[in-house]
């Protein structure tokens, strides 16, 4: 029998797979590798809160899906009042439990993993869904039962200690990291944007079409600077579907919906550079992204933003539809020779799916020893 069990909710991997998603996605792939470095025999396995249990497909290998089918919301409907179900009696014996997505279950005795990614639900809870309000009642439960936090920048670190009134030993930063395909990104080709009816030159944003996104503004701005200069490019909003609607009744503005990986890379990096107005993130993974690529990047002037772009994007205040038009014109300016790109190249490479293994290991190991 191995030595340790480590079990990931592995729901986000269901459907349409957003920022989260594919957190869990490549954090799953790169622990064996990470658990190997560490000379550690431990067991992998994935399990996922869905009546429809379907399966969990790209799992590497010997990571193995497991447990019943139940609803999320038939169970967190349950663990809003208590104790049960133990996620024990769902999925069988496991030595931790990693709720990736800010739900970590009750448990008999397994030692609790809880990564939240931001505190959207309390700081901006009119910009989010019933369903992520229901984490002001459950992530409170389980860090009362002990939970460890892991969390994708320091600043959201910061933040869940203040907020919870955590020791700093019950919160660890695990940055997220960057795919090496990411850095050999070329551009979409141009029958392929016209096939889509997507202009060959555009600004871009990428992400779920949501509330606190701040894409109202970013349009308001688009439109603003397109007043000033009649040759400022398109807006492209790339990601799936989400709570903003008719977003794209405005000249200049293009909506892809999901796009698979390998097309993703091909519009960030054909594009003059990307936008995130955010009003807030846990990390800003499209910004390391398009860094990656090489690609300009205009970003709200929030500080987990700074964290992760460092001085190679241009900021701008996310509340301010002119500060974000001025933003949006400085980052239009900024030189794209290959010196620069190299340098948002370098700057992205710090960021990698190993070391976001390798650190949530140490906090496996360390709450399981």
């Known amino acids: 029998m191995c030595d340790v069990r480590i079990t990931l909710d592995a729901t986000p991997l269901v459907g349409v797979r957003t920022g989260i998603g594919r957190y869990v996605e490549h954090l799953v792939a790169a622990l064996p590798g990470a658990l190997e470095r560490r000379d550690v025999d431990a067991e992998v396995v994935v399990s996922t809160w869905t009546a429809r249990g379907g399966a969990v497909e790209g799992l590497p290998p010997g990571v193995v899906q497991t ?7 038939l169970v967190r409907s349950l663990w809003r009042r208590g104790g049960w179900p133990p996620v024990e009696l769902l999925i069988g014996r496991t030595d931790v439990f990693h709720g990736t997505n800010f739900v970590s279950p009750p448990t008999r005795r397994a030692r609790e993993v809880v990564t939240v990614h931001d505190l959207t639900y309390e700081r901006h809870a009119a910009t989010v869904d019933a369903a992520s309000l229901l984490y002001r009642e459950l992530v409170p439960r389980a860090l009362a039962r002990g939970a460890q936090v892991v969390t994708p920048t320091e600043v959201v670190a910061a933040d869940v200690r203040e907020h919870y009134g955590l020791p ?20 979409a080709p141009a029958a392929w944007l016209a096939q889509r009816g997507l202009p060959g030159e555009y600004v871009l944003f990428v992400g779920s079409l949501d509330p606190r996104k701040n894409l109202r503004r970013l349009l308001d701005a688009h439109a603003l600077l397109r007043t000033r200069d009649p040759d400022v490019p398109d807006l492209v909003l790339a990601g799936p579907a989400g709570r ?27 594009a003059r ?22 690609r300009h990047v205009l970003a709200a002037d929030i500080a987990v933003l700074h964290e992760v772009a460092g001085t190679l994007a241009v900021y701008a205040e996310p509340l301010d539809v ?15 020779g290959a010196p620069a790109r190299a340098a948002r190249q370098a700057w992205a490479r710090g960021f990698t799916w190993a070391r976001t293994a390798e650190r949530t290991v140490d906090v496996y190991l360390d709450v399981a020893s």
């Open 67 to 73: 447990g019943r089918r139940v609803p999320a919301r």
């Open 168 to 187: 700093p030993h019950q919160v660890t930063v695990t940055p997220l990291g960057v795919e090496e395909a990411w850095f050999n990104a070329t551009p």
């Open 244 to 270: 903003e609607r008719d977003l794209a009744d405005r000249p200049g503005v293009h909506l892809t919906g999901w796009l698979s990986d390998t097309e993703l890379r091909g519009v960030v990096a054909g």
């Open 273 to 294: 550079a990307l936008a995130l107005p955010s009003l807030d993130e846990g990390f800003g993974l499209p910004a390391l992204e398009s860094l990656a690529a090489g």
């Open 322 to 336: 002119d500060g974000l038009a001025d933003g949006l014109a400085e980052v239009l300016a900024v030189p794209d």
